[in-house]
């Protein structure tokens, strides 16, 4: 691809900056025209960069504007993490004319993030764009939902690497062997979800319902009568750490 490239391999002015890359989530977005579907946005949020994307559903066009920086010269690879299912992506560079992003062979870790895991339209993975020679400075990127199906599209992040080697791992950004993990911000709109999160569930609590017991002897009968294993939970130490 020869053709506008150089307007995709920039950066938000509000995104993080690493050695030879850029990480750009796509919820930074300057300006956005994106329309919710409750169903389409019910995703595992936990799969994304950043706890968030952006995913248009609507009557007409989805877009999204981002001011973006080439911090210094030279040769960039992008990579775009988007949904490939029956989309139609398309990125503007600098006011320049609208590219197609190919995904047929381009796309890399395609991964099932529908909330009940429905093997459906909500799937996102990483696909190559290409590679440039960039110049520093700053432009206007612009990116338009345009498929088929009631223009649906989803864009999580893109990453500006001039690693042409590193191939992308989850949401892990190049130099990372492991997430970062935002800290989320507690709100009266979120509060009593995330109390719900971390309640233990029915299924965790299950080893409540074994009849355990204390002493070894006791169990070892049992387990001989029944012909059945034992489990020994057993702990080194005083309880509140006063040993």
């Not at 999204?64 to 210094?72: G, N, R, S, W």
């Not at 971390?198 to 001989?224: C, D, M, Q, Y």
Request: a negative charge; aromatic letters at 10%.
């Amino acid at each position: 691809m020869k053709v506008s490239l150089t307007a995709l391999l920039a950066v938000s002015l509000s995104a993080p900056s690493f050695a030879g890359s850029i990480w750009v989530e796509a919820e930074s977005a300057k300006e956005k025209s994106i329309q919710d579907n409750g169903w389409y946005s019910s995703v595992r949020k936990e799969e994304l960069s950043g706890g968030g994307l952006l995913a248009h559903w609507g009557k007409q066009l989805g877009t999204a504007e981002f001011q973006i920086k080439v911090p210094e010269a030279g040769e960039y690879v992008l990579w775009l993490r988007a949904n490939p299912v029956a989309t139609k992506l398309q990125v503007q560079v600098g006011g320049g004319e609208w590219v197609e992003v190919n995904f047929n062979g381009q796309s890399h870790e395609q991964i099932n993030i529908a909330s009940d895991n429905q093997p459906d339209l909500r799937f996102v993975s990483w696909v190559r764009v290409g590679r440039q020679s960039l110049q520093a400075g700053e432009l206007p990127v612009a990116i338009r939902f345009s498929s088929d199906n009631h223009y649906h599209g989803m864009l999580d992040c893109f990453c500006l690497t001039t690693d042409a080697n590193w191939k992308p791992s989850g949401i892990l950004k190049p130099g990372e062997d492991k997430p970062h993990w935002a800290v989320p911000e507690l709100s009266n709109a979120n509060l009593d979800e995330w109390i719900q999160f971390i309640r233990p569930s029915t299924e965790e609590l299950g080893w409540r319902a074994v009849r355990w017991h204390r002493s070894l002897s006791e169990a070892a009968e049992e387990a001989k009568a029944l012909q059945r294993p034992i489990l020994l939970w057993a702990m080194n130490g005083h309880p509140c750490g006063e040993t």
